[in-house]
C-alpha cells in the first residue's frame, strides 16, 4: 500500500515531534525559533516534523519524545469511552503514527494501546455509519484518517446494496462534470 | 490593557507564527498536497504554479547551503566521509530537505496525472473547458498523447473499450435526452434529439451522451 506517491504517507511525516538535539547542526537556526545565530545548539529542545525526526533518530542526533496524544491523560480518557475522545484535534493520523513511531521509542505499551483504541471505536463507527442518511454526522469530526475512510467504506457499500435491491439507474454522468445537473430549461413558474 | 492594542499584538503573534509554520522545511510541498487530498476523490483542483515553483525555489536555497556547508567541511581539512561534527548535521539536514520536497513534487504531479488519465475513460476525447483551465501545459500534452495511444490501440482492435463499463443487461436502452444534442447519425438512420424527448436506441450509442451529462436513462 505504502509507496513513495502515496499522499498520506507524506503528509503523516508532517505531525510535529518533539526532540532533542544529541549534537548541533549548523546553518539550519531556522528549525528552533528560540535560537539567535543561524544553528541549532546541542541539547535544544525543538518540534519537528516526523520525517525530519525519524531520520535524525536514525542518523543518533537527536532523541525523539512520545508525542502528547499517546499521553497517559489521553489513555484515561479513551479507556472512559473510546467513541467520544475527539482523535483528529490529536492527531488525524494517530494510528499510522502510532505504529512509525513504536519502534523509535522506549515506550512500548503504545502498540497495545492503539490496539485498544482502534477495536473500540470500530464498533461504533460501524453501527453509526447504518443509520447514516444523508448530511455528514456530527461524529465523523472526531475520526482519524483512517476512520473516516472506514465510515465512508461502510456507507457507500450499504448505499449500493440498496441502490441493488431497489434497481434503477446504473449509467451515470462522470462524476467530475458536476454533481448537480443543471436545469437545461428555466423552471416555469407553477400554474393555479 | 487598551483592548484595541490587545487585539493588534494578537493578529502580529498569528501572522509570526503563520511565517514560522510555513518556514518549517518541507512544510510548502505539504501545503501542495493538502490541497490535492481536500477534493473528493477523482477530482481536480487548479495547478497550482505559484507554490510549485516556491518549493523549487526552495530547493535550490537548500542546495546552496548544503554546498556550502560541505566546502566548510572540506576547508577545514576533514574527512567527508567520517566527519560528524555540527556542519555535518547541518549538511544532512539540508540534503533530507531536499529529498523530501522532491518526493512532495513527485507524489503532486503523479496524483493529478493519474485522476488526468482517468478522464479519457469517463468523459472522453475532449476535455470540457473548465477542467481544461485546471490542467497545466505539460497536463494538457499528456492528456492529448494518452488519449491519442488509447484510440490507436482501440483502432487496432476495432472495438471501443471505453463504452460497457458497466455489463449491460440489454443491448438497447430508453434515455430521456437533457439538452439540445440534435440531429444524430445512428447507425442508418439519423435521429433529432430534442430537449426531453425520449428515444429507444442502442447501449453503445446513448454511452457516451449519458456520461456527458447530455441525456440519462430513463426509468419508469
Same mark, same amino acid.
Given at each position: 500500500?505504502?509507496?513513495?506517491?502515496?499522499?498520506?504517507?507524506?503528509?503523516?511525516?508532517?505531525?510535529?515531534?518533539?526532540?532533542?538535539?544529541?549534537?548541533?547542526?549548523?546553518?539550519?537556526?531556522?528549525?528552533?525559533?528560540?535560537?539567535?545565530?543561524?544553528?541549532?545548539?546541542?541539547?535544544?529542545?525543538?518540534?519537528?516534523?516526523?520525517?525530519?525526526?525519524?531520520?535524525?533518530?536514525?542518523?543518533?542526533?537527536?532523541?525523539?519524545?512520545?508525542?502528547?496524544?499517546?499521553?497517559?491523560?489521553?489513555?484515561?480518557?479513551?479507556?472512559?469511552?473510546?467513541?467520544?475522545?475527539?482523535?483528529?484535534?490529536?492527531?488525524?493520523?494517530?494510528?499510522?503514527?502510532?505504529?512509525?513511531?513504536?519502534?523509535?521509542?522506549?515506550?512500548?505499551?503504545?502498540?497495545?494501546?492503539?490496539?485498544?483504541?482502534?477495536?473500540?471505536?470500530?464498533?461504533?463507527?460501524?453501527?453509526?455509519?447504518?443509520?447514516?442518511?444523508?448530511?455528514?454526522?456530527?461524529?465523523?469530526?472526531?475520526?482519524?484518517?483512517?476512520?473516516?475512510?472506514?465510515?465512508?467504506?461502510?456507507?457507500?457499500?450499504?448505499?449500493?446494496?440498496?441502490?441493488?435491491?431497489?434497481?434503477?439507474?446504473?449509467?451515470?454522468?462522470?462524476?467530475?462534470?458536476?454533481?448537480?445537473?443543471?436545469?437545461?430549461?428555466?423552471?416555469?413558474?407553477?400554474?393555479? | 490593557?487598551?483592548?484595541?492594542?490587545?487585539?493588534?499584538?494578537?493578529?502580529?503573534?498569528?501572522?509570526?507564527?503563520?511565517?514560522?509554520?510555513?518556514?518549517?522545511?518541507?512544510?510548502?510541498?505539504?501545503?501542495?498536497?493538502?490541497?490535492?487530498?481536500?477534493?473528493?476523490?477523482?477530482?481536480?483542483?487548479?495547478?497550482?504554479?505559484?507554490?510549485?515553483?516556491?518549493?523549487?525555489?526552495?530547493?535550490?536555497?537548500?542546495?546552496?547551503?548544503?554546498?556550502?556547508?560541505?566546502?566548510?567541511?572540506?576547508?577545514?581539512?576533514?574527512?567527508?566521509?567520517?566527519?560528524?561534527?555540527?556542519?555535518?548535521?547541518?549538511?544532512?539536514?539540508?540534503?533530507?530537505?531536499?529529498?523530501?520536497?522532491?518526493?512532495?513534487?513527485?507524489?503532486?504531479?503523479?496524483?493529478?496525472?493519474?485522476?488526468?488519465?482517468?478522464? #479519457?475513460?469517463?468523459?472522453?476525447?475532449?476535455?470540457?473547458?473548465?477542467?481544461?483551465?485546471?490542467?497545466?501545459?505539460?497536463?494538457?500534452?499528456?492528456?492529448?498523447?494518452?488519449?491519442?495511444?488509447?484510440?490507436?490501440?482501440?483502432?487496432?482492435?476495432?472495438?471501443?473499450?471505453?463504452?460497457?463499463?458497466?455489463?449491460?443487461?440489454?443491448?438497447?436502452?430508453?434515455?430521456?435526452?437533457?439538452?439540445?444534442?440534435?440531429?444524430?447519425?445512428?447507425?442508418?438512420?439519423?435521429?433529432?434529439?430534442?430537449?426531453?424527448?425520449?428515444?429507444?436506441?442502442? #447501449?453503445?450509442?446513448?454511452?457516451?451522451?449519458?456520461?456527458?451529462?447530455?441525456?440519462?436513462?430513463?426509468?419508469?
Amino acid at each position: 500500500m505504502l509507496s513513495y506517491y502515496d499522499i498520506d504517507d507524506i503528509l503523516l511525516g508532517e505531525e510535529p515531534i518533539s526532540v532533542v538535539f544529541q549534537i548541533g547542526a549548523n546553518g539550519v537556526g531556522l528549525l528552533d525559533p528560540g535560537s539567535e545565530t543561524n544553528n541549532v545548539e546541542k541539547s535544544a529542545k525543538v518540534d519537528l516534523p516526523f520525517w525530519l525526526a525519524h531520520e535524525l533518530f536514525l542518523r543518533q542526533a537527536v532523541s525523539i519524545n512520545v508525542p502528547s496524544c499517546y499521553s497517559l491523560k489521553t489513555r484515561k480518557e479513551i479507556q472512559a469511552d473510546a467513541a467520544c475522545v475527539d482523535l483528529r484535534f490529536r492527531s488525524p493520523y494517530f494510528y499510522e503514527l502510532g505504529c512509525k513511531l513504536l519502534p523509535l521509542v522506549a515506550d512500548k505499551s503504545i502498540g497495545p494501546f492503539l490496539r485498544y483504541t482502534f477495536t473500540s471505536r470500530y464498533k461504533e463507527i460501524l453501527c453509526k455509519s447504518h443509520s447514516i442518511t444523508g448530511a455528514t454526522p456530527k461524529f465523523s469530526s472526531k475520526l482519524t484518517k483512517e476512520e473516516s475512510l472506514l465510515l465512508e467504506a461502510a456507507r457507500s457499500s450499504m448505499v449500493a446494496f440498496k441502490k441493488w435491491r431497489v434497481g434503477g439507474s446504473r449509467l451515470e454522468k462522470a462524476s467530475i462534470l458536476g454533481r448537480k445537473r443543471k436545469p437545461t430549461m428555466p423552471t416555469q413558474p407553477s400554474g393555479p | 490593557m487598551n483592548p484595541i492594542i490587545k487585539e493588534d499584538h494578537l493578529h502580529l503573534w498569528l501572522a509570526k507564527i503563520k511565517i514560522i509554520c510555513l518556514k518549517m522545511f518541507g512544510r510548502r510541498a505539504s501545503q501542495l498536497l493538502r490541497e490535492l487530498a481536500s477534493c473528493e476523490p477523482g477530482q481536480l483542483t487548479a495547478y497550482n504554479t505559484d507554490t510549485f515553483e516556491q518549493v523549487i525555489k526552495e530547493c535550490n536555497e537548500h542546495n546552496l547551503q548544503l554546498q556550502s556547508l560541505i566546502r566548510k567541511i572540506e576547508d577545514a581539512n576533514l574527512d567527508i566521509q567520517t566527519t560528524r561534527n555540527e556542519d555535518h548535521f547541518g549538511a544532512v539536514i539540508h540534503h533530507l530537505s531536499l529529498a523530501r520536497n522532491k518526493r512532495g513534487l513527485m507524489s503532486y504531479m503523479y496524483n493529478r496525472a493519474e485522476i488526468i488519465q482517468s478522464l #479519457r475513460w469517463t468523459i472522453g476525447p475532449v476535455l470540457p473547458l473548465e477542467i481544461q483551465e485546471k490542467l497545466n501545459y505539460s497536463e494538457e500534452e499528456y492528456y492529448k498523447n494518452h488519449s491519442t495511444a488509447i484510440e490507436a490501440y482501440m483502432s487496432q482492435l476495432d472495438l471501443d473499450l471505453t463504452v460497457d463499463m458497466v455489463p449491460p443487461k440489454d443491448p438497447y436502452i430508453r434515455v430521456k435526452v437533457l439538452d439540445d444534442i440534435g440531429e444524430v447519425c445512428l447507425g442508418e438512420h439519423t435521429i433529432s434529439l430534442t430537449p426531453q424527448s425520449l428515444h429507444f436506441i442502442k #447501449r453503445v450509442d446513448a454511452e457516451p451522451f449519458i456520461l456527458q451529462g447530455l441525456m440519462e436513462e430513463f426509468l419508469e
